[in-house]
């Protein structure tokens, strides 16, 4: 057997129902992995290695358990072992995990164990998992850099002087550098697909409804879903397969194993709209780097050598989203409970938009959501001319740790005193950054980032550069396809 580390994630599975190896085995091996590498990577904030080796002897005694009724056991598909039977996972520190300490990447908060389990924790337990820490996160989730006052940053493991992007980049550097087989993200506007582009990773946003995990708060634009952040797509599929509920009728795509199966299919021929446009651009007129275009490229001659159509979508974005969706995203964190006398310890960006946010009428926040439902109706209007719409996921290569709040860092992390105060330009940095994907989150669509350039020439040299794919809603499955058919 390959190192437990270089396993696929469905292999890793399939060893673990079928006994060759065992959960503390397996989870044991990436504590280790966790204490040698984390302390150049900065993906984990917690590690919770005692409670861990604990969940993994009980998955061990429930194999032993089933095992011992070879009828009722099954195969890697069903019996009396859940789907993820002790995979070892990480969640973000937004996500609760009971009797762990859930800072939310924030200073301005007291930092006391969570008395149960989130719901996505709770229903990837259910799926057998074990839990293995937690992973660092922006301030409240809000950055598209994983960078705080609390702990050190997370790094990209394919350069350490460059950031894994945000909000779930520690669990991006964490599958990236083989310190987990896969883990779940959440993605308000973003937060899968862009660190999945910075680490060289297979990230899906479904679409809004599909995964009733999602986890903000204050979210009233609905903008957040969880998904998952692999090494390949067929390692999407099986933790998507745990994070998706069985439908009533029991047809695929199902939890037990639906969408692993059906991302092996060849999907149909498609005609896939490119487009550069972006509703950021009348705001921050930006330009994206030769690296963006040339993952572009790529992506198209992938897609056309696989029998695709692509064409030219014009695609057109009224101009007044920049105000509407800021006023939707930040609405969370005014109404967020920090006492007053700590106020001073959130970071400038935060700091800013929370105060903007409290002065903030409803009126003009209930003006936003109307424009961005409407926005959203617009959009797919013209996204149905074409089965999938393809730009870059970045507009940029992964940018070095501190670049977005000017920062002077070295192997720690850094108080806010060091941080730049210019909130807007930070926020301006990540706009131009990541320009097409928080428009996927107002329309609720599913979007995936596969990793198809890198800057080096080959896998793995330099810096990873990806494409986004949305699809329409109810198309997780074909999105998964088109990656697993573009050798992803």
């Known amino acids: 057997m390959a190192e437990i580390h270089d396993l696929s994630a469905v292999a890793l599975r399939d060893a673990l129902r079928t006994g060759e190896l065992s959960a503390r085995q397996a989870a044991a091996h990436f504590l280790d992995r966790i204490a040698t590498e984390n302390r150049h990577l900065g993906a984990f904030i917690t590690v919770t290695g005692e409670q861990a080796l604990r969940e993994a002897d009980a998955a061990d005694s429930r194999h032993a358990r089933a095992t011992a009724h070879p009828a009722r056991a099954g195969g890697t598909e069903g019996g009396d072992l859940p789907l993820l039977h002790g995979m070892p996972v990480a969640f973000k520190d937004l996500t609760d995990i009971a009797g762990v300490v859930t800072t939310h990447g924030s200073a301005a908060l007291e930092h006391k164990p969570a008395p149960a389990d989130g719901a996505l924790a709770a229903a990837l337990r259910s799926a057998g998992v074990v839990s293995l820490g937690k992973t660092q996160v922006p301030e409240f989730g809000l950055t598209a850099y994983s960078e705080n006052r609390i702990a050190p940053p997370a790094r990209n493991p394919y350069a350490l002087s460059r950031s894994s ?13 083989r310190l987990l087989p896969f883990a779940p993200g959440s993605d308000g506007g973003g937060s899968i697909r862009i660190p999945a582009a910075a680490c060289g990773l297979v990230g899906l946003k479904p679409g809004r ?14 903008l957040v879903v969880a998904g998952p952040l692999a090494r390949s797509a067929a390692d999407a599929a099986l933790l998507l397969d745990a994070l998706v509920p069985p439908p009533p009728s029991g047809h695929l795509p199902a939890k037990q194993g639906g969408y692993l199966r059906v991302a092996a299919q060849d999907p149909p021929t498609l005609r896939i709209g490119v487009s550069l446009d972006s509703p950021w651009q009348s705001a921050f007129p930006f330009r994206p780097e030769a690296a963006a275009l ?13 029998g695709h159509e692509t064409g030219e979508a014009a695609i057109r974005y009224d101009n007044r989203y920049p105000g509407a969706f800021t006023t939707a995203w930040t609405a969370g964190v005014g109404s967020a409970r920090i006492a007053p006398q700590r106020e001073a310890l959130l970071t400038p960006l935060t700091r800013t938009f929370r105060r903007r946010a409290q002065q903030r009428s409803a009126a003009k926040l209930n003006e936003s959501l109307e424009f961005l439902r409407q926005f959203r109706r617009d ?16 507009a940029q290569t992964p940018r070095p740790v501190g670049w977005f709040t000017g920062a002077v860092h070295g192997d720690g992390y850094w108080p806010a005193a060091e941080w730049s105060a210019d909130a807007d330009d930070d926020y301006r940095k990540q706009c131009e950054f990541a320009p097409w994907s928080s428009l996927v989150n107002v329309c609720g669509l599913p979007a995936i980032s596969i990793p198809v350039h890198w800057t080096g020439g080959s896998p793995g040299a330099g810096l990873p550069m990806g494409i986004q794919l949305v699809g329409p809603m109810g198309s997780e499955a074909l999105l998964l396809q088109v990656a697993t058919q573009l050798g992803f």
């Open 379 to 394: 959009t797919l209007a013209q996204y149905a001319a074409w089965d999938l719409i393809l730009s870059p996921t970045l």
């Open 294 to 306: 040339d993952a572009l490229d790529a992506g198209i001659r992938l897609l056309e050598a696989a």
């Open 209 to 222: 409804g599909l995964v009733p995990a999602g986890e903000s708060t204050g979210d009233s634009a609905g």
């Open 165 to 177: 992007g945000g909000s779930s980049g520690g669990s991006a550097a964490a599958v990236a550098a």
